[in-house]
């Protein structure tokens, strides 16, 4: 039995995206594998266990004033990967799958760790820690997430173009894995319904105008048809009415119960060229839920980026890459006129792309060498 201990900044039942990718992919593990998590908190883990994951309570020491010194925070990671050297040794740990951060503090921490560990190290890409490091930081974050990749034994990240990128910046040899889509994953049954609901589920990443532009579409939709806007960010609660619902936090299964019920679905990014390069590296995991729901949905975004290489291949959905009203409300109306044409493009995503049994073999065989 191969013990494989995750490393990550949130607990099994939480982590938003990330969380959502890292619960897929350490369902039913075969024989052969254990998965243990943790992750460095000052206090203690009163969880124990998750799904069959056993979830160990590791102490991480910190020091004041660590936010506005160098040498302190070297000396912190210094202490902390002595410490978790020995935390591995106790659980007989095997292998270490960490999860990389994006804060800089985290991700120096992490790559000091890496060369204290005796162990092979797996680690995934779900958000680059570059593309979010502030300006004056960033290419000494860019060295440290190389030193990160370097010092792997495997490499998953999130998007192709991120894999591209560290191949041509890193000489490292990553693979794609994103979220997997189980043969029982809830699928879409609002078509049978007459009410148009409208899901974005998850957080938004766009500033100002936003969200306004698609709270006005869905308005324009509400003279034609009832139509509702189901939101997760509480940022937005102030927009809340009685054609648009924000929800709190809620479980995995209250979640696919609004699957079930939604028509279609809604993600963006922003549209400001500084921002590009998120959209160009990262995934959102609500769009593969929606493909995996059988949810037609709209990626108001830059056609130049993940989801738009997505869509090209597979036109699951549209991309609208503006912030005008009028033309996100075409964008859900030419995804109304078609449905069923979207969502056989999203049976064909799942099969090529997002198949858990497909997914699944690919980072067992990785884990179990």
């Known amino acids: 039995m191969k013990r494989i201990l995750i490393l990550a900044e949130y607990l099994p039942s939480g982590g938003w995206g990330g969380g959502v990718i890292m619960r897929s992919l350490t369902r039913n593990p075969p024989e052969g594998i254990k998965f243990l998590w ?35 925070l070297h000396m912190e990671s210094v202490l902390f990967a002595w410490r978790f050297r020995k935390f591995l040794q106790q659980h007989e740990v095997d292998k270490l799958w960490a999860v990389v951060p994006t804060s800089y503090p985290q991700c120096y921490r992490l790559s000091v760790l890496m060369q204290y560990v005796n162990i092979p190290i797996h680690v995934s890409v779900h958000d680059d820690p570059v593309v979010e490091t502030a300006p004056s930081k960033k ?8 030193t990160i990749l370097k010092k792997a034994a495997s490499i998953d990240v999130i998007s192709s173009r991120m894999k591209m990128e560290y191949e041509q910046q890193f000489d490292v ?17 609002a078509m049978q319904d007459a009410k148009i609901n409208i899901l974005m589920g998850g957080y938004g990443n766009a500033a100002a105008p936003w969200p306004m532009p698609l709270i006005d579409s869905v308005a324009q939709l509400n003279d034609i048809n ?13 927009f809340e009415s009685d054609t648009v619902k924000v929800f709190d936090h809620i479980n995995e299964t209250e979640f696919n119960t609004i699957l079930k019920t939604t028509t279609l679905g809604y993600a963006c990014d922003d549209l400001d060229a500084e921002r590009l390069h998120f959209a160009q590296m990262s995934l959102p995991t609500k769009v593969i839920t929606y493909i995996g ?3 037609p949905f709209l990626y108001h975004g830059p056609a130049d980026s993940t989801v738009g290489d997505l869509l090209k291949q597979y036109k699951a959905g549209v991309v609208v890459s503006s912030n005008d009203p009028d033309e996100l409300y075409s964008g859900f109306m030419e ?9 056989q493009q999203c049976d064909l995503a799942v099969e090529d792309c997002f198949s858990e ?13």
Request: aromatic share 12%; proline share 5%; charged share 30%.
């Open 293 to 295: 729901a059988r949810i």
């Open 38 to 72: 943790t992750l460095p908190s000052a206090k203690k883990i009163n969880e124990e266990s998750y799904n069959g994951i056993d979830i160990l309570d590791f102490r991480a020491g910190f020091f004041r004033g660590r936010a506005f010194s160098d040498y302190l």
């Open 335 to 343: 995804l109304l006129a078609h449905y069923n044409d979207y969502q």
């Open 173 to 189: 040899k990553p693979f794609v894995i994103t979220r997997t889509i189980p043969e029982d994953f809830p699928k879409n049954e």
């Open 139 to 146: 290419q000494k974050a860019r060295h440290i997430l190389g």
């Open 226 to 238: 009832e139509a509702n806007l189901v939101l997760f960010d509480p940022k937005l609660k102030k």
């Open 357 to 369: 049994k497909k997914i699944l073999k690919n980072i067992h065989e990785t884990l179990l060498k």
